[in-house]
T-cell receptor, first 110, second 111 residues
Framework: KQEVTQIPAALSVPEGENLVLNCSFTDSAIYNLQWFRQDPGKGLTSLLLIQSSQREQTSGRLNASLDKSSGRSTLYIAASQPGDSATYLCAVHNNNDMRFGAGTRLTVKP | IAGITQAPTSQILAAGRRMTLRCTQDMRHNAMYWYRQDLGLGLRLIHYSNTAGTTGKGEVPDGYSVSRANTDDFPLTLASAVPSQTSVYFC??????????FGEGSRLTVL
């Protein structure tokens, strides 16, 4: 059974700082890995999708990396802004199942 | 605007009542999913469907049923609601193996 862990559970940083969120998983036989953000009381918004054959994906200030062999992914956020405050979840897609981490709650202080 | 529509957005229900949560997508995705999100337990898969006419069980299927009569709709039914089914329910869709998109959720309270 795939287990997905996200560290840290919560993170508070000053505006402008670069930061890294971590995601680890136990079963490396994945189709893809996806990063989401969730605002309070809202649904999940897709940020980046990395296919199993890829090493990284970039979108604006976001960069996600994938190392299947070590079971790790990182989400790098450059020049953080207060609007980045949200919970960030990673999800790993195996056969007919997508397992989610518990998320990292990010607060960016002005 | 293309996406996933869930209804109702919020519902309070007496235990023992039957309830159907509706989900419609207009992206022609072949796969659809139902998740529940609970504090401390995260998102857990209830049921999924890889194509119209087929469904499968996820991690927590007991007490729930689904149907997939066509590509766009994937209703989730609670035949006899219990308080432990109080949760936020999310419908999602994707092409099989592709990027997953979520609805805004349905908040269900069972008293």
């Amino acid at each position: 059974k795939q287990e997905v862990t996200q560290i840290p559970a919560a993170l508070s940083v000053p505006e402008g700082e670069n930061l890294v969120l971590n995601c680890s998983f136990t079963d490396s036989a994945i189709y893809n890995l996806q990063w989401f953000r969730q605002d309070p009381g809202k649904g999940l918004t897709s940020l980046l999708l990395i296919q199993s054959s890829q090493r990284e994906q970039t979108s604006g200030r976001l960069n996600a990396s994938l190392d299947k062999s070590s079971g790790r992914s990182t989400l790098y956020i450059a020049a953080s802004q207060p609007g980045d405050s949200a919970t960030y979840l990673c999800a790993v897609h195996n056969n007919n199942d997508m397992r989610f981490g518990a998320g990292t709650r990010l607060t960016v202080k002005p | 605007i293309a996406g996933i529509t869930q209804a109702p957005t919020s519902q309070i229900l007496a235990a023992g009542r039957r309830m159907t949560l509706r989900c419609t997508q207009d992206m022609r995705h072949n796969a659809m999913y139902w998740y529940r999100q609970d504090l401390g337990l995260g998102l857990r898969l209830i049921h999924y469907s890889n194509t119209a006419g087929t469904t499968g069980k996820g991690e927590v299927p007991d007490g729930y049923s689904v149907s997939r009569a066509n590509t766009d709709d994937f209703p989730l039914t609670l035949a006899s609601a219990v308080p432990s089914q109080t949760s936020v329910y999310f419908c999602a869709s994707s092409f099989v193996g592709g990027e997953l998109f979520f609805g805004e959720g349905s908040r269900l309270t069972v008293l």
